[in-house]
């Protein structure tokens, strides 16, 4: 079965800088996703993203965050000033519709020190 | 956010039938009812999804009340490898989240 691919699967960086987290959904889909997990907490919707735009964001997804599919292939989520809440799994998803399932990455744990 | 009510937690024996409950007492007319389910260290993988008729597919199936107030997942034959945590979600037709509640976690016993 086709798979979302993320990637790192761990990225430590210092509270202020920036990451990038990668992601390569599968390949026939359209809408494209980001999700986060805080340890122990439940899974949040941060953005989607429908035909090179953001379709919807929540209350999260804030100014230092922004979203790319640079190539065609890759969608990316990047943090441009990293702070120690933001210290989460990042789950990545894509699906074919709007009302299509998602398929879920496995997932970049980031970790802000 | 249209909201669900599960129980925390739930055991089942392996090879035996699960049935989990959901409660969606405020759900609208164009609010489809999701489950996923997050096996322990890996993402939500789609389980089944249905919006007023029950629904079945190779992993679940799907029991929806006639006034969708509820729902039931029924795992036919649980397994080893169906201990995660289950999340039953309702996605309004206008958006396209996902809202994740606190799920339950399913035990399965040998």
């Known amino acids: 079965e086709p798979e979302v691919t993320q990637t790192p699967s761990h990225q430590v960086t210092q509270m202020g800088q920036e990451v990038i987290l990668r992601c390569v959904p599968i390949?026939?889909?359209?809408?494209f996703y980001w999700y986060r997990q805080i340890l122990g907490q439940k899974v949040e919707f941060l953005v989607s993203?429908?035909?090179?735009?953001?379709?919807?964001k929540s209350e999260i997804f804030d100014d230092q965050f922004s979203v790319e599919r640079p190539d065609g292939s890759n969608f990316t989520l990047k943090i441009r000033s990293t702070k120690l809440e933001d210290s989460a799994m990042y789950f990545c998803?894509?699906?074919?519709?709007?009302?299509?399932?998602?398929?879920f990455g496995s997932g970049t744990q980031l970790s802000v020190l | 956010d249209a909201k669900t009510t599960q129980p925390n937690s739930m055991e089942s024996n392996e090879e035996e039938p699960v049935h989990l409950p959901c409660n969606h007492s405020t759900i609208s007319g164009t609010d489809y009812i999701h489950w996923y389910r997050q096996l322990p260290s890996q993402g939500p993988e789609y389980v089944i999804h249905?919006?007023?008729s029950n629904v079945n597919n190779r992993m679940a199936s799907l029991a929806i009340a006639e006034d969708r107030k509820s729902s039931t997942l029924i795992l036919h034959r649980a397994t080893l490898r169906d201990a995660a945590v289950y999340y039953c979600?309702?996605?309004?037709?206008?958006?396209?989240?996902?809202?994740f509640g606190k799920g339950t976690k399913l035990t399965v016993n040998p």
């Open positions: 979600i309702l996605k309004q037709g206008g958006s396209e989240k996902l809202v």
């Open positions: 390949s026939n889909h359209l809408y």
């Open positions: 993203f429908y035909n090179n735009e953001i379709s919807e």
């Open positions: 998803a894509s699906s074919v519709g709007h009302f299509e399932k998602l398929f």
């Open positions: 249905g919006l007023t």
